[in-house]
């Protein structure tokens, strides 16, 4: 046995050898091993396991060092994960690196584990192991190698590799995870969709009611559980053609609820669009109110986000003057990285990327007598600039309204540091498709934009629409529903 062997064999023993191989307790402490994409993901992952013990494998350690220099934004990533571990690991000897080094407290109340290194290159290949030609199999291994020796523990390994986690399971790794910190429901089936349906009509449930009226806005006062996991500037709809009101406020016994109307939200109106059912007279709703930060639009194709952002947009920036600029971003196919080398601008570069906005402007214009004439006049008399998502950091936007669409291919930490951008008089727009997702490793439930309605959902200054049926024909209505 060489020496690299015996030191792993040291430092990941089992300690608890008093515990008989199959039991398991609740409070039984584990040993996570992070593949490579979860700290490209969430560079300081391996602080968000508590009380459990933490294990990086060479091999990524390897793959972050192959990352970090490309010119892409993933290497940032990289380099930020490759000092979080440094300064982990920075005034541990290389024997308690092996053996671990205990992580910083969150709290009182939850004790943290340990970070170790294990050198997978030293583990001999035997016939029960995967070929050590690729770097998943080599982290796979250590991975078994460690369950192998500590057989009353449990071992995960994590990693957002769906084809990893198969390969995993099929070598004899009992427990593989996806990466979940950072998941805030299971099924997307629960996404808060930003308005609550009552069956029935909604007056026949209701008790008492104080209301009150200042100019043409009616507030009433119901009971408060009325709507027991109501959130701020929630919605409210029956079946009934009447009635449709908004969450603004509560305390230990009464809601306040805005009195729209359906009416009302159907009669909205920005540069020429009317909503075309009550689902896009709420988005329009909050689009065009003042005191919302942040508009969260969900939804299908063709269901008229990006058609009502922009509507909305210039209604408040042309017409009303609240804004000086639109600013419309994206994300692009390679998740928010390289836009290439395109010829021209920053602008002329994200022009295909954006040419949803463009198809927009001219469905708005289209019955111009000049259609492209009206086109560059609106773009200069609203100060539209397309940006691409990886500028936007280090920016300070002030007074501008923001349009980043396609973000449900953003991760939390990207819609972070945009969100992060806006200053004050900034208001910003996310929309997106989570049944369109183009990145590696997201997927509906992980996805940056199901993390944000859930997060701002109780954010007096943001509000979250999910625009319920296709609008853009009834072709894409069928495919929508049948494909």
Not at 93 to 115: F, I, M, R, T, Y
Not at 159 to 173: E, H, S, V
Request: aromatic share 6%; with cysteine.
């Amino acid at each position: 046995m060489t020496k690299e062997n015996m030191n792993n064999e040291n430092i990941l023993t089992e300690e608890s050898g008093n515990l008989s191989q199959n039991q398991e307790t609740k409070n039984q402490p584990i040993v996570y091993i992070l593949d490579t994409n979860i700290l490209l993901h969430e560079p300081f992952a391996f602080l968000s396991f508590k009380e459990h013990d933490v294990v990086v494998p060479m091999t990524v350690l390897e793959e972050l060092d192959s990352i970090k220099d490309r010119r892409k934004d993933v290497s940032r990533d990289a380099r930020v994960a490759i000092r979080a571990l440094e300064d982990t690991l920075r005034d541990a000897s290389p024997e308690q690196v092996l053996a671990g080094v205990k992580l910083p407290q969150n709290d009182e109340q939850h004790p943290s584990g340990c970070l170790a290194i294990i050198n997978d290159y030293a583990l001999e290949q035997t016939a029960h192991t995967l070929s050590f030609n690729e770097n998943d199999n080599r982290i796979i291994n250590a991975a078994l190698h460690i369950q192998k020796k500590m057989p009353n523990k449990k071992i995960v390994l994590v990693t957002k590799d769906i084809n990893m986690r198969l390969k995993a399971k099929g070598a004899g790794l009992a427990h593989v995870e996806d990466y979940r910190t950072d998941q805030l429901i299971d099924d997307i089936q629960f996404l808060t969709k930003g308005y609550h349906q009552f069956d029935g009509d909604f007056w026949e449930q209701i008790q008492s009611v104080n209301s009150e009226t200042e100019g043409r806005n009616t507030t009433h006062y119901v009971a408060r559980d009325t709507v027991p996991l109501a959130y701020i500037n929630e919605y409210l709809l029956d079946d009934g053609e009447s009635f449709a009101g908004k969450v603004t406020g509560w305390d230990d016994d009464k809601m306040s609820i805005l009195d729209l109307g359906r009416e009302r939200l159907l009669a909205k109106n920005a540069w020429g669009i009317h909503p075309k059912n009550i689902y896009q007279g709420m988005a329009m709703d909050a689009l065009l109110d003042p005191n919302i930060d942040l508009v969260i639009l969900t939804g299908p194709a063709g269901c008229g986000k990006t058609l009502l952002a922009l509507a909305t947009a210039l209604e408040q920036v042309i017409e009303r003057g609240l804004y000086d600029k639109i600013i419309v971003t994206r994300s692009t196919p390679e998740i928010a990285e390289s836009i290439g080398f395109l010829p021209g601008t920053e602008e002329e570069k994200m022009a295909p990327w954006l040419a949803a906005i463009t198809d927009s402007l001219e469905v708005l214009h289209k019955q111009d007598e000049s259609m492209h004439g009206s086109l560059n006049y609106i773009m200069e008399k609203a100060n539209i600039q397309f940006k691409s998502v990886n500028f936007m950091r280090g920016r300070s936007i002030q007074n501008a309204l923001v349009l980043l669409d396609e973000c449900q291919n953003l991760t939390a930490a990207q819609l972070k540091t945009i969100i992060t951008r806006c200053g004050e008089g900034t208001k910003l727009v996310c929309s997106g498709n989570l049944a369109q997702i183009d990145s590696n490793y997201l997927t509906a439930v992980t996805s940056g934009l199901t993390y944000i309605v859930e997060r701002f959902k109780d954010f007096p200054g943001s509000a979250t629409i999910n625009l319920n049926g296709v609008v853009r024909s009834r072709l894409a209505s069928f495919a929508e529903e049948n494909l």
